[in-house]
């Protein structure tokens, strides 16, 4: 059985400037809507991961291990908590990762270094930070996709051999 729309009757002429700001509202953004407040809102302070590795164990992380089991070991009296397992994560370039990349890049190169202007880089993944938690363990800071130059790449101490600038 075919379908046929309704025609609606047309009881008055429709206002351009009535259409034209109906044409104009935009959605509000769930951080200023009303159902934020009803169900709260916390922003991410994390940038989205363009990848994720759970697998990996580093000598650093394996060495973290060790002290804590030592120190539980030496004194059992007191209250140990627990460690919360984390992956390492590879995310793009943050303003809040810019003490540790310079600080990390200081180490491998020569102090000084601001790479300050990556953030503008476009696409966001020609900057690629390795994270442990809340600590930068890798930096790969790339010309442009197109181009494929490194310009740096660094791994902290303690962090080789788990393949993070492969």
């Given at each position: 059985?075919?379908?046929?729309?309704?025609?609606?009757?047309?009881?008055?002429?429709?206002?351009?400037?009535?259409?034209?700001?109906?044409?104009?509202?935009?959605?509000?953004?769930?951080?200023?809507?009303?159902?934020?407040?009803?169900?709260?809102?916390?922003?991410?302070?994390?940038?989205?991961?363009?990848?994720?590795?759970?697998?990996s164990r580093t000598p650093w992380m394996?060495?973290?291990?060790?002290?804590?089991?030592?120190?539980?070991?030496?004194?059992?009296?007191?209250?140990?908590?627990?460690?919360?397992?984390?992956?390492?994560?590879?995310?793009?370039?943050?303003?809040?990762?810019?003490?540790?990349?310079?600080?990390?890049?200081?180490?491998?190169?020569?102090?000084?270094?601001?790479?300050?202007?990556?953030?503008?880089?476009?696409?966001?993944?020609?900057?690629?930070?390795?994270?442990?938690?809340?600590?930068?363990?890798?930096?790969?800071?790339?010309?442009?996709?197109?181009?494929?130059?490194?310009?740096?790449?660094?791994?902290?101490?303690?962090?080789?051999?788990?393949?993070?600038?492969?």
């Amino acid at each position: 059985m075919p379908v046929t729309p309704l025609e609606l009757p047309r009881s008055a002429p429709i206002n351009p400037e009535v259409l034209e700001a109906l044409y104009a509202i935009t959605t509000t953004p769930y951080d200023n809507s009303f159902l934020s407040r009803i169900r709260g809102f916390q922003p991410s302070a994390k940038p989205p991961a363009l990848a994720v590795d759970w697998e990996s164990r580093t000598p650093w992380m394996d060495l973290m291990c060790d002290i804590r089991d030592h120190y539980s070991l030496m004194h059992p009296e007191r209250e140990h908590p627990a460690e919360v397992e984390a992956p390492i994560e590879y995310v793009t370039l943050q303003p809040s990762h810019l003490d540790q990349v310079h600080d990390l890049l200081a180490r491998a190169f020569w102090s000084g270094i601001d790479v300050t202007d990556s953030l503008a880089y476009s696409p966001e993944r020609c900057t690629v930070i390795t994270m442990y938690k809340k600590v930068v363990i890798g930096v790969a800071l790339l010309s442009s996709p197109q181009e494929t130059y490194i310009n740096y790449l660094v791994v902290r101490a303690g962090w080789d051999n788990a393949q993070i600038a492969t």
